[in-house]
């Protein structure tokens, strides 16, 4: 049976190295897209408004939309990546897509496992399936492991790229990992961090292959194995650099602690393990393995125990001296002054923290703090080939290191001292972080640590990033030229590149012996310390024309007895001799009682306070820059409050339709009226008008009643519409609008207020009062009542030109009352009388007083509507700006917030850097008096 799942690497960023995880400002300004713009400008919602558009338009401006034209670096290191790191000791489980799918319990065990064992998730296809599943399932592990673990597809780089998985797991067969890394990072562009690629592999050859150059990031080693992990652990750990992880059978009869313990003793970084196992090893697991895996903090420890000597008892990692930094006898003032800068540290951590608090190059300044107990750096740095580990082996006096024509060093190793047994040269082991140490016997590094670094310039780029990562932490730089291309334009680059961090540098100009002569050695030297003080604007340019070659051949020599008289007379001696001074320097450099000791006392003290200077600056590049976001926000803002301005205007424009409306509809009742006044009353016409209105019931004539149906009701129904309607659009508008601005609110600045289940008091302010004036108006016209009004104005007119006529002498009641039958002989009576000229003269005028009524009475309802609907209007306009006001208040006020905050932190940064610059002229002074 097998279960073998493997449990493999594990956790990320342990170091860390100066990645801002979503925010980077390097030196510049910079904001990677994914932090900024958590709305981007399209995904708004489309708007029917010119107010809102026109804002949404100045959205691409602001800050949460805005999109920087040219990509700034991702990190503060050149490379602008990030490697991926894998802590060990690691288990990587593998699953099938099928197992995830088909059993609800496998999720809950898979999140179970990353909390607590797994620190890499590697998802199968099942054969003869399709993509489709293990996509689905790749899916579902992600939102489960989320980034507590890395997630490795097995093979199929598409479906990693498409469910943005950590990497890819390649078989023997399978892709070269450079060519997965590249497709993935093509898919992945906004990431700083390297996508993971693993090999699986059966034999040594294949594991040296793929782990050499660009290739995997760790191996897996093959239960289809024929050789066991010990042995091809043994074969392959001088070589291969990178994290091995062995598939093996988890539950042994005996206990499976001893098993997996023996396998990492032998070097490998963790077990693979299948589902079926490790979710079968229960108790056993948890009861022995997990021990050594558990997410402790005390794992790396735990493991190194079983391989690392117990060489050093020391608290500064000097045997028999303690101190910090490998000083000793210091004086107060020295102590006072260590302690002060560890204070200030630990405050310029604080409040880079506030200020950047995704700013992962932190852990360099933590790193650096920590290493003031620490022995002082000496780290090598050069391009390939140029001869760094030959110095490396000419200072320690052996060929510890390899070299070679081709780039040879692939890793950042530490050289530490350590008294071995005798028979032993050295001994090394693999850092969680992926670095080598090396515990040697050599005496130099009784008084330092010595890293060797890849090469520079080389097509191996993961190389040239790991030598710019560490070059923060370096106390002092060593770097090496070769004879045979000075100070080439690459090296130019580097060297620039290190004076960000501020760092001092020492230069070896190697391969010395391969001048001809001392005038071409002398040009040299003369072209290198020109351009290097123009460079690093220095006075004293300490450059050592070496030759590490003839160095070691020279102390191997001695070591060896080899006569000190034909070393005299080879022709590399002079070389020899420089390597000599070089070495004095070093050891000068290293006592602490010459001046070039107490220098390397200011030197140490200064790493952390270049990198806290170099941290505070990029912070306040942040944070200056997101103050001008957050004024911008708090400016924009204000600016759509303000934008209901337009809106008002916008609406009394659009309203002028609808007061059209209702004066055409008063205008064309006014006109019908009119015409009937007009019609009726004339003397031709008279009987038939005096039918219609002295006809028939008095209380309601058939004028009136035609009036009535004909023309006021018809009117007034219309006029209720359109004001309805008006008041409706009004209401509509509102409540359209307000939600356009509470949504622009919403997106825009959903980072600064979060409206999430606030009351929801949009529809009752903005339906306020909306609807009432323009229809009550309405309503006080009562149609009967202006019917009979009408109707008893053209009465009048009737009994004011005839009521008076001749001998009837009738009075305006009794004809009233009569006329209604006596219709034909009150006309004859009235025409035939001695007043009836007179009559006749004065019926004009009358006319046109009824005319003149209707008029004004038709004009003062219009006014009346009109002026009802402006109301109408106005009260909504100022709901509305009610409610923008109350929306945008919560928003200006958190914008108002956070610049205040960002202003305040950045007057925190700017007082800090001072103090950092007071303790940088102390640290100066330190040692004057
Ligand atoms: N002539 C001459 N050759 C040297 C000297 N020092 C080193 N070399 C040769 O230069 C080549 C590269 O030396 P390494 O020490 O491997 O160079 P390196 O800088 O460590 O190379 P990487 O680790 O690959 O970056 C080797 O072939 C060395 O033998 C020297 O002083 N003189």
Not at 515 to 533: C, Q
Not at 553 to 580: I, M, R, V, W
Not at 812 to 837: F, I, K, M, N, R
Request: glycine share 6%.
């Amino acid at each position: 049976m097998s279960f073998l799942l493997s449990l493999s690497s594990s956790h990320f960023f342990s170091n860390g190295f100066l990645i801002f995880k979503q925010q980077i400002i390097p030196t510049n300004t910079h904001f990677p897209p994914k932090f900024r713009h958590p709305i981007p400008p399209h995904s708004l919602p489309p708007t029917h408004s010119f107010t809102i558009k026109s804002l949404q338009n100045d959205a691409v401006e602001s800050s949460n939309a805005f999109v920087p034209q040219n990509p700034p670096p991702r990190t503060l290191f050149p490379g602008g990546y990030k490697r991926p790191e894998i802590k060990i000791p690691n288990i990587v489980l593998q699953l099938n897509a099928a197992e995830v799918l088909s059993d609800g319990s496998v999720v809950n065990f898979v999140d179970m496992a990353v909390s607590k064992w797994v620190g890499i998730v590697v998802v199968n296809g099942d054969e003869g399936s399709g993509g489709g599943k293990l996509y689905e399932a790749a899916c579902l592990l992600k939102s489960v492991i989320r980034d507590r673990a890395y997630l490795l597809i097995a093979e199929r780089v598409d479906i990693a790229a498409a469910v943005n998985a950590s990497g890819v797991l390649l078989s023997d067969q399978g892709l070269p990992p450079i060519v997965a890394r590249n497709t993935l990072m093509s898919s992945k562009s906004e990431s700083v961090v390297l996508p993971v690629v693993g090999k699986i592999v059966q034999n040594v050859n294949a594991a040296l292959n793929a782990s050499s150059a660009e290739g995997a990031d760790f191996l897996i080693y093959s239960t289809f194995a024929k050789e066991p992990a010990e042995i091809f652990m043994n074969s392959i750990n001088k070589n291969v650099k990178i994290p091995v992880f062995i598939e093996m059978e988890l539950i042994t009869p005996g206990g499976s602690c001893e098993e997996v313990s023996k396998v990492l003793t032998s070097g490998a970084s963790g077990v693979v393990s299948s589902l079926k196992e490790l979710k079968s090893s229960g108790d056993d697991f948890t009861k022995n393995i997990c021990d050594l895996f558990t997410f402790d903090g005390n794992r790396q420890e735990k493991v190194a125990s079983f391989n690392r000597p117990n060489l050093l008892s020391t608290t500064n990692g000097f045997s028999g001296e303690t101190g910090i930094a490998g000083f000793v006898n210091l004086e107060d003032r020295e102590m006072q002054f260590i302690q002060k800068e560890r204070r200030l540290l630990m405050e310029a951590i604080n409040i880079i923290e506030k200020a950047a608090p995704l700013m992962e190059e932190i852990s360099l300044l933590k790193d650096a703090i920590s290493q003031l107990d620490e022995p002082f750096l000496l780290v090598i740095v050069g391009e390939f080939n140029s001869g760094k580990s030959s110095v490396i082996n000419a200072l320690l006096g052996g060929k510890f290191l390899m070299e070679g024509v081709v780039p040879t060093t692939n890793e950042i190793t530490f050289l530490r001292y350590a008294e071995l047994d005798a028979k032993e040269q050295q001994r090394c082991e693999r850092l969680p972080d992926g670095q080598n140490i090396c515990y040697l016997p050599a005496e130099i590094l009784k008084k330092m640590v010595i890293v060797d670094t890849p090469g520079t310039n080389v097509i191996l780029q993961r190389q040239q990033r790991l030598t710019e990562e560490f070059v923060p932490r370096a106390d002092i730089l060593l770097f090496v030229l070769s004879a045979d291309r000075p100070l080439s334009e690459s090296e130019v680059t580097f060297l620039r590149y290190t004076q960000q961090w501020k760092k001092k540098v020492l230069f070896l100009l190697n391969k010395a012996d391969l001048y001809r002569n001392a005038n071409e050695l002398d040009e040299a030297i003369t072209f290198v310390k020109d351009n290097v003080r123009k460079l690093l604007n220095v006075e004293n340019v300490k450059l050592f024309p070496v030759s590490a070659r003839s160095a070691l051949e020279g102390k191997l020599a001695t070591t060896d007895g080899a006569d000190q008289h034909n070393l005299l007379l080879s022709e590399s001696y002079s070389s020899s001799q420089t390597f000599d001074e070089f070495e004095k320097f070093l050891y000068a450099f290293m006592d602490g009682s010459t001046t070039a000791g107490l220098e390397r006392m200011t030197i140490k003290l200064e790493t952390p306070l270049a990198i806290a200077e170099r941290l505070l600056s990029s912070c306040q590049t942040l944070v200056t820059q997101d103050c001008r976001y957050a004024q911008k926000d708090l400016m924009s803002v204000q600016e759509v409050v303000r934008s209901v301005d337009e809106y008002g205007m916008k609406m009394d424009k659009e309203s002028i339709l609808w007061r059209r409306q209702i004066f055409s509809l008063v205008s064309n009742a006014k006109e019908r009226l009119l015409k009937v006044v007009e019609s009726t009353l004339q003397l031709s016409n008279l009987d038939v008008a005096f039918s219609m209105f002295f006809g028939g019931d008095k209380s309601a004539s058939a004028a009136t009643q035609s009036i009535q149906s004909d023309i006021v009701s018809p009117a007034l129904a219309d006029a209720q519409r359109i004001l309805g309607e008006y008041t409706s659009w009004l209401r509509e508008s509102n409540i359209r609008e307000g939600m356009q601005y509470k949504e622009t609110f919403e997106k825009r600045w959903s980072l600064l207020f979060d409206s999430h289940n606030k009351v929801d008091f949009t529809s009752n302010l903005l339906q306020r009062e909306v609807d009432t004036l323009s229809l009550k108006s309405l309503e006080k016209f009562n149609g009967t009542a202006a019917s009979k009004l009408f109707d008893q104005e053209v009465r009048q007119v009737f009994v004011g030109a005839f009521g008076g006529l001749g001998a009837a002498g009738l009075s305006a009641s009794l004809l009233t009352s009569v006329l209604p039958t006596t219709l034909e002989d009150l006309l004859a009576l009235g025409l035939c009388s001695a007043g009836g000229l007179l009559a006749i003269s004065n019926f004009p005028a009358r006319r046109q007083k009824v005319l003149d009524n209707v008029k004004s009475i038709a004009d003062a309802v219009e006014q009346e509507i009109i002026e009802a609907m402006q109301q109408d209007l106005s009260t909504s306009v100022k709901n509305m700006e009610d409610f923008v006001t109350l929306v945008g208040k919560p928003y200006e006020e958190a914008a108002q917030q956070k610049l205040d905050k960002l202003l305040d932190t950045r007057e925190q940064l700017t007082v800090m850097e001072k103090k950092l610059q007071t303790l940088q002229v102390e640290l100066q002074n330190l040692h004057l008096s």
